[in-house]
Antibody
Framework: EVQLVESGGGVVRPGGSLRLSCAAS????????MSWVRQAPGKGLEWVSG????????GYADSVKGRFTISRDNAKNSLYLQMNSLRAEDTALYHC???????????????WGQGTLVTVSS | DIQMTQSPSSLSASVGDRVTITCRAS??????LNWYQQKPGKAPKLLIY???SLQSGVPSRFSGSGSGTDFTLTISSLQPEDFATYYC??????????FGPGTKVDIK
């Protein structure tokens, strides 16, 4: 069974840092790109960042560019999101998702993990 | 970035109704449009990819159509388990993947 399990969320003060992890199982991890998508409480879905199969290509939403860094360790079947200079508006449930289809364009997300909650508050 | 809109933002329907949700892109995205279903407290689930391809395991009452800027998700006969929020998502450009704001389908 394909499974994605996120961890690393918590409560952090504005300006602080947090590192999220996503453990993948049930598929050949380095065959796929991966992404992070977040959902603020009671709000819709927002794509945060994506990475191709070998980490050679990454992308970020304008709202996090320069503050967040996506990476992966294919030997550990793991995806990461380093979040720095956190703001109140970064408060959300962060999901990791497997990218299906060409990473350049025309891809979709399946499956999604259940998410890890990040709360930025003083 | 490409902006996505959905209409309606919410709708009330009865079991057995035919339901149509529309998604519009601010520029042409070819057929790079996907649909997801999300139930409260759950992760989103892929329903339709590439505008009209049904994801494996998804009931055939779900269908998608459209290309360019205008797309439609149709549920041919609404079932109790279909009450949820539905999101469209474009992947025309990896530099700016965007989702629609969602359409909540609830019980009339």
């Amino acid at each position: 069974e394909v499974q994605l399990v996120e961890s690393g969320g918590g409560v952090v003060r504005p300006g602080g840092s947090l590192r999220l992890s996503c453990a993948a199982s049930g598929f050949t991890f380095d065959d796929y790109g991966m992404s992070w998508v977040r959902q603020a409480p009671g709000k819709g879905l927002e794509w945060v960042s994506g990475i191709n199969w070998n980490g050679g290509s990454t992308g970020y939403a304008d709202s996090v560019k320069g503050r967040f860094t996506i990476s992966r360790d294919n030997a550990k079947n793991s995806l990461y999101l380093q979040m720095n200079s956190l703001r109140a508006e970064d408060t959300a449930l962060y999901h990791c998702a497997r990218v299906i289809g060409p990473y350049s364009s025309g891809h979709w997300f399946d499956p999604w993990g259940q998410g890890t909650l990040v709360t930025v508050s003083s | 970035d490409i902006q996505m809109t959905q209409s309606p933002s919410s709708l009330s329907a009865s079991v057995g109704d035919r339901v149509t949700i529309t998604c519009r892109a601010s520029q042409s995205i070819s057929s790079y449009l996907n649909w997801y279903q999300q139930k409260p407290g759950k992760a989103p689930k892929l329903l339709i990819y590439a505008a009209s391809s049904l994801q494996s395991g998804v009931p055939s009452r779900f269908s998608g159509s459209g290309s360019g800027t205008d797309f439609t998700l149709t549920i041919s006969s609404l079932q109790p388990e279909d009450f949820a929020t539905y999101y469209c998502q474009q992947s025309y450009s990896t530099l700016g993947i965007t989702f629609g704001p969602g359409t909540k389908v609830d019980i009339k």
